[in-house]
């Protein structure tokens, strides 16, 4: 029997919780009955010891993983176009354009970027989602990488929990940012419109660090790096603290243009129609060794353009 093993510490963030519960939360791909079945059959060990699916867990616990092989998809390889930055037997590195949706999903079961990987790599079906282990909003373009076997893909899910992988982006915001920071709150299904994240006293903890690159008259460039990956982090974050993404249509509120700006850029900001964000560089250890492994992704040429209009609009002040 082929087995993935895999070993998760748990976090802060899941202390307390039941031990199906957690694992439903860090293994996202498997539903809840199946952990559990694991959890009764022996495959998963609490503390190097048998457990229970209701037993309580608590920060810094072990939870050791030894589940069979299961195969997860059945989606057609399709020739999705996107650039390969690099390849070798254990990863992929790709750089995702926007309008390019990661998983399949409701209204989007074609098209995918997991149907590109297929159809590059067919081997890619026996992987959890097709080797990805994180993502990419559609229109957020940039650096992912992608495991193309189980030791890779055990390798960069840990390295992900632990917080060791670098993950940098660029960003541009409305309104002129004072100075970087870090903010740190908790992120959650919006209460209301469950399309949305929002910010949530009680909900998973969401870490960002941001440092202003450039500042315009009405926007700035800003270098983002997270230490978390919540979904839309980074989009919610700067809407929260009043500065939110360029063009993004979820959490960027009424797109007003500002005053006494040229008519050029006026039209790049009409036509600019998703967040300005871009994932720049992305870090991780290579499988087997501790050596540090960094690929970078370059700007796309319609972030560039508003790019090079923003600093045409400082000439102009």
């Known amino acids: 029997m082929k087995l993935i093993q895999q070993q998760i510490k748990i976090e802060a963030e899941y202390s307390g919780y039941r031990l199906d519960q957690a694992l439903s939360g860090l293994m996202p791909d498997y539903s809840r009955s199946k952990i559990r079945e694991w959890i009764q059959q022996g495959f998963i060990s609490l503390n190097r010891q048998s457990c229970k699916p209701k037993q309580r867990v608590y920060a810094g616990d072990l939870i050791d993983l030894d589940i069979p092989y299961v195969a997860k998809l059945a989606d057609r390889p399709e020739n999705i176009e996107f650039e390969i930055l690099h390849q070798d037997q254990n990863l992929l590195v790709i750089n995702k354009p926007a309008n390019l949706v990661v998983h399949p999903a409701a209204g989007h079961d074609s ?28 229109d957020t373009t940039g650096v992912m990488v992608v495991a193309r076997n189980l030791k890779a893909h055990a390798s960069l899910v840990d390295q992900l929990q632990r917080h060791e992988v670098k993950r940098e982006y660029i960003a541009i915001t409305r309104g002129v940012v004072t100075g970087g920071r870090t903010i740190e709150t908790g992120i959650s299904r919006h209460p209301k419109n469950r399309k949305k994240m929002s910010v949530q006293k009680h909900g998973k903890t969401a870490i960002t660090h941001f440092q202003v690159a450039r500042k315009f008259p009405h926007h700035s460039l800003i270098d983002v790096q997270l230490e978390t990956g919540r979904t839309h982090q980074i989009r919610v974050h700067m809407a929260h603290i009043n500065y939110p993404l360029l063009g993004d249509p979820v959490y960027g509120g009424r797109p007003g243009l500002p005053p006494g700006i040229s008519s050029e850029l006026a039209d790049l900001l009409r036509g600019f129609k998703r967040q300005a964000l871009h994932a720049s560089r992305l870090s991780f250890k290579r499988l087997g060794s501790h050596e540090i492994c960094s690929f970078e992704a370059p700007i796309p040429q319609d972030f560039q353009t508003l790019l090079d209009a923003l600093s045409e609009s400082v000439n102009e002040v």
């Open 111 to 138: 098209g995918t970027l997991v149907n590109g990987l297929l159809h590059i790599d067919p081997e890619l079906e026996q992987l959890p989602r097709a080797g990805i282990v994180h993502r990419l909003d559609k």
